[in-house]
């Protein structure tokens, strides 16, 4: 069993403090930053960072669905840890001060199929996470330019 490992990085151009209260708020900006990959969105616990419990479907590929369910923690700081109850999945958020902004990076881990299946899902599900958390980021970003 291989451990696939995909992340992306963005900079966005608000106060890290406003980053990571937007990035804790799974009821309303997290539902927004959605892409067409997500599905059945929901927040069964909590909504606002640490504590919460929030579900949807991710259909990363057109053969693969995940049913997710995350909890989350707060890690260091200004990071969000989501672990996923279905499966291996960990997904950490991270928002960090650069120049007069925030550089936001978001990382996934879980333990990918073995043999040849999992060859090909840790050599081509990076690449198609990385597009998906990188669409999230730009709709961030995005989220944030229009509450100034």
Known sequence: MAQVFV?????????????????????QTR?????????EYAVREGGKGEGTVVA???????K???DCVFEVRTGGERELVESDRNSSMVTKWTVRPAGEGSAVTVETTWNGAGGIGGFFEKTFAPLGMRKIYEAQLEK???ILSSSR
């Open 31 to 39: 539902k927004d930053m959605l892409t067409e990959n997500f599905s």
């Open 56 to 62: 949807w479907k991710l259909q990363a590929t057109k």
């Open 64 to 66: 693969r669905v995940r």
């Open 140 to 142: 961030l970003s995005g």
């Open 7 to 27: 992340s992306a990085q963005a900079q966005i151009a608000a106060e890290p403090d406003a980053v990571f209260a937007a990035l804790s708020d799974y009821e």
